[in-house]
Every structure is written in C-alpha cells, then in structure tokens.
C-alpha cells in the first residue's frame, strides 16, 4: 500500500469523479464538473489536496481563500462559492474556506481525512491565516429532529452522547461549531438543510505580517554567569561588563542576562561603612551604569536585562533592575518581596508594580531572586502573555540556590513559558555581607514532549564564571498551549479561584 497526500492536479479529475460519486451515492451529473476542478487548480493550487492510494486518488480536500473583511462567511454555501464560479476567491484574504471533503467508502478506515485536515492546517499555518472556516452537515439529525433542537443535537455530539458522521470528525480535529446555519443545502433532508459553521484558529497567526513568512519565533537567550571580583576603577567594571556584552552579541543572542547585585565588587571603598550606607553609596552609581548598558545594548543590538542595582528614591532604598532595549527604549522593574537579610542589613524596600515588558520578540517578564518563590507574581505575568521569565538572582548557599532553582522550574511549568535565571558565583572578601556566591544559572522549560525530558533547556556549569547560549521557541508554546498534554492555563477554575492585581 502506497500512500500520499499531494496536491491535486487536472489530470487526476477522473478519479476525483468516481471517488465522490461512491462517497455520496450520487450521480455524475451532481459530481465537480472538469471545469469546476480547472478553474480551483488555476486559482489556488497549493489548496486543492488530494489523496493518493496505490496510484489513484480516493480522497480530497478542496478549498477556497476568503477576505473576512469582505465576504459573509455566514452565507449560504451555494452564495460562497458562487455558483461553482468561485468569484470571492480573494488571494490576499485571511481565511482559508474549504469547500470540499470526502474519502471513498473502501478506504475510510485508513483515516485519510485526518491526513487531508492536517495537510490543510499545514497550509494555513504556511500562508498565515487566521483561520479555516467550513459548512459542515449534520447528517444524523433527522433521526433526533422530532425531540432535538439543532442547538440540543449539537451539544449531544460535543458529549458524545450522539455519534454524528460530519459533526463527529470535525470536532475531533479541534474544530468548534461558530454558528448554526440554516438553508444551507436545499434538498439536504438528512441534515434538514441546517449545518454548523466550523472554525480552526491558527494559534501562529500573525496579523501584522505582510507576507506568508513567520515571525521570529525562536529567540536566542544569552546567560552570564558572573564571577565576583575586584575592579580597581568603575571603568573596569564597564570594561568586563562589555566583554560579556560583545562575547553573547557575537553568537546572534536576542536577551543577555546578568545576575542580581552583579555591581556590588563597586562596594569595596566604603566597607567601613554601615551595611545600608555602604548600599545607598553604590546607588549613587546606579544611573550612570544604566545608561552606559543602554549604550551596549544600542551599539551590540541585544536586549540587556542589566541584573539589578540598588536605587534610593527620597528616603526609601529599592533593588531594580533595567530591561534596556537594543532600540533605546528602557523599562524598569522594582523588587516586590524583600529577603529577611536584605531588610535586616540594607533596610530595603518592595516595589508595587508588577507587569509584563513587549520586546522585539515578544512579551517578557522580569522578577528579582526571592521574587520567583511566590508563584502569584509569575501567573499574573503570564495572563499579561509573558512567553519568557528573565530571573536575575544572588545566592551564597546552595540551599538558597536550590529554592530560586526549583521555584523557577514550577514558574515554568504551571505557566506555560521559559524561565531563564542567572547569578553570580565566587567570592567579595572585602565586601560586607556579599562574602560568598553559589550559582548554576540555567533555562527551563515547561514539561511536556515538545520539550527536554527533564525540562531543562540549559544550564551552566556549578559555580564557574562562563556564559550559557540557549535557543527557545515560542512556536513551541502555542502548541503547548492548546493541544499539551494537560493544558494548565486553559484548565484553571477560574469558577473557584482567581489571582489578580489590587492596585
């Protein structure tokens, strides 16, 4: 058995003929006529399919581009296609319409519609459309039209409480039921001339786009992991921090990542001074530093996320961090949850704002250490539509390590996007309370096929000063998002519970 799914050409017409007239019973004078099928070929090959079995076709799928914009796609079939003239045949449209599916009788059991549905999603994804629409019947409601509104039988057959041929089958390859249509195809007593308005969306569509070419979907995630050290002048600090800069640029990297507190070996000159003063002393470096990696992130083209810094704003000290742009813009994220030790030693602060950040590659999120073990911050994010969670963090044990780690991975999972943490490593003997780093920076995805099995993307070797490349794809995501194998952020209960934002 010799089987392909290709797309139809005009030679194939007299197979097409007899394999429709044997899955409708129907005469020839009721088939495509030639012209019909030249006329579909001419316009838009790429959406006539067919199946080919052994040589001959026994399946197809035909279809037509509409503009949503311009054309009911409420109409009456027979208005749709024009007559068999196709006039609405819009190659600039959004939606693709199908027209036409059917298999011969003899072969229904190898499942060739399936493979005619996925080629079809295939070229919708290809050509981004927003979606395919489709009449479909409902041939067994004559049976249930005495005690069944079409709303009711509709319903039985989403609960399988009802088997219907059509409804069935489309409902099984994701398509939902938009609308219920009336007069669709006289003379359809089987269907007593209703049908359903199908629709699948294309979960990678995308609107902006002028062209069948995606998206960049795959980002490039460039990591440093820092090691602590002594710089005799501020210029020596920029000169490492650009060494890093250039290395990740150099390898295409989209988003550099730097660790949490990553500017504090600048603490050094004022180590006889109190914890908070010798912390207010290097904010005063705060903004001259931000714009210098703004600069890098101009100059290198790379999204910086410039770890954070302390900052004093009247008399209240905070730790934020930068999100500078590589078009120049700069966003900026406060800590919201301060560690026992930060407000013991620096008298630090929370920020009150919690948001997502768009970027060329699309929408992020932006938590400081301790901030990614309250899992309430990372979900609000992600119903923002944060797709990638940048986490910059400082650890001095391994067990503070290992609960930035293990939270950031559950961050991963329950919200359905990529989680990437890095931090600092070895030691700043002459800086009080910063005297030794642990890190393993790393990315993490969630946990489903589509992904590592252990749902780590990457991750660095344990405390050695090194930078992690890491590609991510958001595709990835969208699939995940609607076909996963358990689909969290669709299965909430929202009935129950809900997590959102009092201010």
């Not at 490492?240 to 800069?245: I, P």
Request: contains cysteine; hydrophobic residues 35%; proline residues 4%.
């Amino acid at each position: 058995m010799d089987i392909k799914v290709r797309q139809l050409t005009k030679k194939d017409y007299n197979d097409l003929r007899k394999s429709m007239q044997e899955a409708y019973d129907c005469k020839e004078v009721e088939t495509w006529s030639r012209k019909n099928i030249i006329d579909l070929i001419d316009i838009f090959p790429e959406g006539q399919l067919c199946v080919e079995l052994d040589g001959h076709v026994v399946a197809c799928a035909l279809a037509i581009i509409l503009n949503s914009k311009n054309t009911n796609i409420y109409d009456k079939y027979y208005n749709i296609i024009d007559e068999g003239k196709f006039t609405k045949h819009d190659i600039e449209g959004d939606v693709l319409y199908g027209i036409e599916v059917f298999v011969h009788p003899k072969h229904r059991e190898l499942r060739l519609g399936r493979r005619l549905y996925d080629a079809r999603k295939e070229l919708c994804e290809e050509w981004n459309l927003k979606s395919i629409v489709a009449g479909g019947r409902i041939p067994n409601y004559h049976k249930y039209a005495d005690k069944l509104s079409t709303k009711q039988y509709i319903e039985k057959v989403k609960k399988k409480e009802i088997y219907d041929p059509t409804l069935t089958f489309q409902l099984s390859n994701d398509f939902h039921v938009k609308k219920i249509l009336k007069n669709y195809l006289p003379n359809d007593e089987e269907s007593m001339e209703y049908a359903t308005l199908l629709e699948w969306n294309n979960i990678y569509y995308d609107a902006e786009a002028r062209s069948i070419s995606p998206a960049k979907q795959t980002i490039r995630l460039g990591l440093v992991q820092w090691q602590m050290r002594s710089f005799s002048t501020l210029e020596a600090f920029y000169d490492q921090v650009e060494f890093f800069v250039d290395a990740v640029s150099d390898y295409g990297a989209d988003f550099i990542l730097l660790p949490e507190f990553f500017n504090t070996p600048l603490m050094s000159p004022y180590n006889d001074l109190p914890e908070r003063e010798a912390m207010k002393k290097l904010a005063e470096h705060t903004r001259e530093i931000k714009e210098k990696i703004l600069s890098f992130a101009v100059s290198y083209n790379v999204n910086i996320i410039a770890g954070s810094m302390p900052i004093v704003e009247g008399t209240k000290l905070f730790n934020i961090s930068y999100l500078c742009h590589r078009s120049g813009k700069i966003d900026a994220y406060k800590k919201v949850h301060i560690t026992p030790n930060e407000l013991r030693y620096y008298g630090l602060e929370g920020g009150s704002e919690v948001k997502v950040f768009d970027t060329d590659c699309g929408k992020v999120g932006l938590l400081i250490c301790y901030d990614v073990e309250f899992p309430e911050l990372s979900r609000i994010l992600a119903d923002q539509g944060m797709k990638i969670l940048f986490v910059p963090y400082m650890t001095d044990t391994q067990n503070g390590y290992m609960r930035v780690r293990y939270c950031a991975q559950a961050r991963a999972i329950e919200n359905e996007c990529y989680v990437a943490i890095a931090g600092s490593v070895g030691n700043l003997p002459r800086v009080n309370n910063m005297d030794i780093q642990y890190s393993q920076s790393a990315v993490f995805t969630p946990s489903d096929f589509a992904f590592p099995n252990n749902a780590i993307k990457a991750e660095a070797t344990p405390n050695t000063e090194m930078v992690l490349i890491a590609d991510v794809d958001l595709y990835a995501l969208r699939d995940l998002h609607e076909y996963g194998t358990v689909k969290i952020m669709k299965d909430r209960r929202k009935d129950l519970y809900e997590v959102k934002l009092l201010k």
